[in-house]
């Protein structure tokens, strides 16, 4: 499974106090702006004109891909980061491990060594022969997405398998399909590898036998059965995202996603549902993929509503003709960079307001509910398009 993201826009859905939306803004000559009064106008910013002003409006900006370069990552790490530790690097890949893996090695361990469990030894060699597997699935995503276009950040072995992270996905939507399509691919290769040298060397492949069958059996199910998983249309699932990628074709990156995250949702509560009465795991993992659906559903949606968006669009502008400077201590955005750059030192500022410069010369300020205005604004203005 793959999940994209930008972690400046995390960084900003997570910390965001409720207090900073209705904080006011500081008003010209307070101590909280770096210069005096006689250099600012006392005017309150109108969201839905800059909307219709600039010349990419939202209708342009929802429906582009993702090809913004994303420059240096200025934010700090995820909470997942916080909660795994390296395992090396595959292919330029790092592989990580989150610390409620461990729960899954207990498991397995208590499986192994319990009554009619195939011993310690067994069990662990299972499970990491398991997990290589997933290992193999998850690197089929990340060295097809890479040479598409895709940033890999890493990937995350969890309780109930691995996820790719990336910073972005490839652009054209026939690249994020490919870069989808590869890991399933990858799995069903190694399972009919596996079938294929069962068959040559006499080790029957029937009856299915994942806990105590041979090693190339249980190879050989365990990777088709993860292929077949992973190819169910739910969102962020390898399925998902071909379907996103097949409907953005035709309906644009925004609606493509908002309906295959809906497909998924709608998927992880069967998933739910089935596994009340068969198996615990199925629940687990229904419910992972319904809050991924819908975590990757904002990210993607808030993306594409800042993308091209700099921080001279949403600032707060100066009186014309004023020169004075900024001390050197003031941290400052530049007015020509991109507002999802800043995000991170934005909403660290005192109450949310940073100055903006232009060349050294001051232009502006802009605060943290400038951005939630016009984040609102478009989803607004998306409703009304769909209304």
């Given at each position: 499974m793959t999940v994209a993201g930008d972690r400046r826009l995390d960084y900003l859905l997570v910390t965001l106090d409720p207090d900073v939306r209705s904080s006011p803004r500081p008003r010209p000559g307070s101590a909280d702006l770096p210069w005096p009064e006689s250099c600012w106008r006392s005017t309150d910013s109108d969201v839905l004109k800059r909307l219709s002003a600039l010349p990419d409006g939202p209708a342009e900006v929802h429906d582009r891909g993702m090809t913004r370069d994303p420059g240096p990552d200025r934010s700090p790490p995820s909470g997942s980061s916080h909660w795994s530790f390296p395992l090396g690097r595959v292919l330029g890949v790092e592989i990580r491990v989150h610390a409620s893996f461990f729960l899954l090695v207990a498991l397995f361990a208590f499986a192994s060594t319990g009554p009619g469990g195939a011993g310690l030894l067994s069990g662990m060699s299972w499970l990491v022969v398991l997990f290589a597997c997933v290992v193999v699935h998850e690197l089929a995503h990340c060295v097809v997405g890479q040479a598409r276009g895709a940033v890999v950040r890493d990937i995350v072995l969890l309780p109930i398998g691995g996820m790719s992270?990336?910073?972005?996905?490839?652009?054209?939507?026939?690249?994020?399909?490919?870069?989808?399509?590869?890991?399933?691919?990858?799995?069903?290769?190694?399972?009919?590898?596996?079938?294929?040298?069962?068959?040559?060397?006499?080790?029957?492949?029937l009856p299915i036998d994942?806990?105590?069958?041979?090693?190339?059996?249980?190879?050989?199910?365990?990777?088709?059965?993860?292929?077949?998983?992973?190819?169910?249309?739910?969102?962020?699932?390898?399925?998902?995202?071909?379907?996103?990628?097949?409907?953005?074709?035709?309906?644009?990156?925004?609606?493509?996603?908002?309906?295959?995250?809906?497909?998924?949702?709608?998927?992880?509560?069967?998933?739910?549902?089935?596994?009340?009465?068969?198996?615990?795991?199925?629940?687990?993992?229904?419910?992972?993929?319904?809050?991924?659906?819908?975590?990757?559903?904002?990210?993607?949606?808030?993306?594409?509503r800042l993308r091209g968006?700099?921080?001279?669009?949403?600032?707060?502008a100066p009186v014309a003709g004023t020169t004075t400077g900024v001390p050197s201590?003031?941290?400052?955005?530049?007015?020509?960079?991109?507002?999802?750059?800043?995000?991170?030192?934005?909403?660290?500022?005192?109450r949310g307001v940073l100055a903006v410069v232009d060349h050294a010369v001051p232009v502006g300020e802009i605060r943290v509910v400038d951005v939630v205005d016009w984040l609102r604004a478009c989803a607004d203005a998306e409703d009304g398009r769909a209304a």
């Open positions: 992270r990336l910073e972005r996905l490839p652009a054209r939507p026939e690249d994020e399909f490919a870069m989808a399509a590869a890991g399933p691919l990858a799995s069903v290769l190694l399972g009919v590898g596996a079938a294929m040298v069962a068959v040559a060397v006499g080790v029957a492949l994942l806990a105590t069958g041979s090693l190339l059996a249980r190879l050989c199910w365990v990777n088709l059965m993860l292929a077949a998983f992973n190819l169910l249309p739910a969102f962020p699932l390898d399925g998902g995202r071909m379907l996103r990628a097949l409907l953005e074709r035709r309906h644009g990156k925004a609606v493509a996603t908002r309906r295959a995250a809906s497909v998924g949702r709608v998927v992880a509560v069967a998933m739910i549902a089935t596994g009340c009465f068969f198996d615990v795991w199925l629940v687990i993992i229904g419910a992972f993929v319904y809050f991924a659906a819908t975590a990757e559903e904002r990210s993607t949606l808030q993306h594409l968006v700099h921080v001279r669009d949403l600032m707060h201590a003031t941290i400052v955005l530049d007015a020509d960079d991109e507002v999802e750059d800043d995000l991170p030192a934005l909403v660290r500022a005192p």
